[in-house]
């Protein structure tokens, strides 16, 4: 992707009264490759003095970490040389990594992500903002220990909010002040909540509309119980996890999870097959020789009884 020019821009409205016509013209520009937005910031007011922050970029994850690899290099460069090249782009493209966000114009479907440690003033893992015609589904994500540093640490979403589905995902919030903020300015019906693990180790979770998420859906508030001692295991369920086998059936998960296993394993041994929550489905413990063959050994035997009494 080339670069520039690149322009800052500041604007200011006397009467504020927008409709998406903004959003719209960029998106065309974008389309024709005439404009990009690499980040944009709307800040609004009321009489009320109550602030409004909303953020707006139409490039690609894709395009944002290599933008911000180049220019991370250029700021470690000047400061100090070739040594700070490589550990600026590093560090350029590690920030623009950070979280999922949806602007509008947009109905994501995210299945098996796992977003973690991401930093955003709204929603430092996962920011929405819905219109009236649009909606989401996030399906089987492990969303965890992300900072919202005004508000929604792990999931901000505003807009007409009700479009949106959450089912099967787990939400861990390490850090305040809310966990999972659903602004109600423009309605205060909340996202449907169906068989989710939310959970807060700190703060408030639920505020706004979807403060009463644990009321219904079959949704529930238990530490995951992660393994993160490695992290190659990072954000796996554990043995015990109240996340296994606690998922409803749905298609929009495929048929592995985020590491390519099968997703619906009997992870609990009750003989039954169910979808875990999160990201990672649990693997079975393997059973050891021994303990097969005593198993055999043991239906052998109570097989030749009951021949030997018939």
């Not at 991370?72 to 979280?99: K, N, P, R, S, W």
């Not at 955003?120 to 589904?137: D, E, I, L, Q």
């Not at 749905?250 to 992870?267: F, I, K, L, W, Y």
């Amino acid at each position: 992707m080339s670069i520039g020019p690149v322009q800052l821009i500041v604007l200011g409205f006397q009467h504020p009264e927008f409709h998406g016509e903004i959003i719209a013209e960029l998106e065309r520009l974008r389309e024709s490759d005439t404009v990009r937005v690499i980040d944009s910031l709307a800040v609004y007011k009321d009489a009320d003095g109550e602030v409004e922050v909303e953020h707006l970029s139409n490039l690609s994850t894709e395009e944002a970490i290599e933008l911000g690899s180049k220019v991370g290099a250029l700021v470690g460069l000047g400061i100090e040389g070739e040594e700070g090249l490589y550990a600026g782009a590093e560090a350029g493209a590690e920030a623009a990594a950070d979280g999922i966000s949806a602007f509008n114009g947009s109905s994501p479907i995210a299945v098996n992500n796992v977003i973690h440690d991401n930093t955003a003033p709204f929603g430092g893992g996962v920011g929405v903002s819905v219109p009236s015609s649009f909606g989401g589904t996030w399906v089987n994500n492990t969303i965890a220990d992300n900072i919202g540093q005004s508000s929604g640490s792990d999931i901000y979403t505003q807009g007409f909010v009700e479009n949106m589905q959450f089912v099967n995902n787990i939400v861990r919030t390490t850090t305040g002040p809310y966990g999972i903020d659903c602004d109600s300015t423009y309605s205060s019906t909340p996202p449907t909540f169906t068989s989710n693990d939310l959970f807060a180790t700190r703060g408030t979770l639920l505020r706004g509309s979807c403060v009463n998420a644990l009321a219904s859906g079959g949704n529930i508030s238990a530490d995951p119980q992660f393994a993160r001692e490695r992290p190659r295991t990072a954000y796996r369920l554990t043995a015990g996890s109240p996340a296994i086998d606690a998922g409803v059936p749905t298609s929009v998960a495929g048929s592995t999870d985020a590491a390519g296993r099968p997703r619906v394993v009997d992870g609990n041994g009750d003989g039954a097959a169910v979808i875990d929550l999160g990201a990672y489905e649990l693997k079975p413990p393997r059973v050891s020789w021994r303990e097969g063959l005593a198993t055999t050994i043991a239906w052998y035997r109570s097989r030749h009884a009951v021949a030997s009494r018939a």
